[in-house]
């Protein structure tokens, strides 16, 4: 049974960072493409950060580049999600996710963690 549990959510001040780790069981992690997707209250879930499995390609929304950077361990089945400079507009519930492939689009992920909450104060 695959299992995606993320950590590290939190109440944090604008201009503040926090650190999210998603830990992976029951699958192959290190043959993963790792993805962050954010859902704030009343929008869509949106694409954050992808890292692919071979580490070598990552990809970010428009909207966290230069902000945010996303990472992986995969001796710990471990991927990060480093958010620095957070803006009210940040606050969202935070999921990684795991796919075959290199991708922002959330229908080629085949696997979800629940999610870990992330609130900015103004």
């Known amino acids: 049974q695959v299992q995606l549990v993320e950590s590290g959510g939190g109440l944090v001040q604008a201009g503040g960072s926090l650190r999210l780790s998603c830990a992976a069981s029951?699958?192959?992690?290190?043959?993963?493409?790792m993805g962050w997707f954010r859902q704030a209250p009343g929008k869509e879930r949106e694409f954050v950060a992808a890292?692919?499995?071979?580490?070598?390609?990552?990809s970010y929304a428009d909207s966290v580049k230069g902000r945010f950077t996303v990472s992986r361990d995969n001796a710990k089945n471990t991927v990060y999600l480093q958010m620095n400079s957070l803006k009210p507009e940040d606050t969202a519930k935070y999921y990684c996710?795991?796919?075959?492939?290199?991708?922002?689009?959330?229908?080629?992920?085949?696997?979800w963690g629940q999610g870990t909450q992330v609130t900015v104060s103004s």
């Open positions: 996710a795991a796919s075959r492939q290199m991708s922002t689009r959330e229908p080629l992920y085949n696997y």
């Open positions: 029951g699958l192959t992690f290190s043959s993963y493409t």
């Open positions: 890292i692919s499995w071979y580490v070598r390609d990552t």
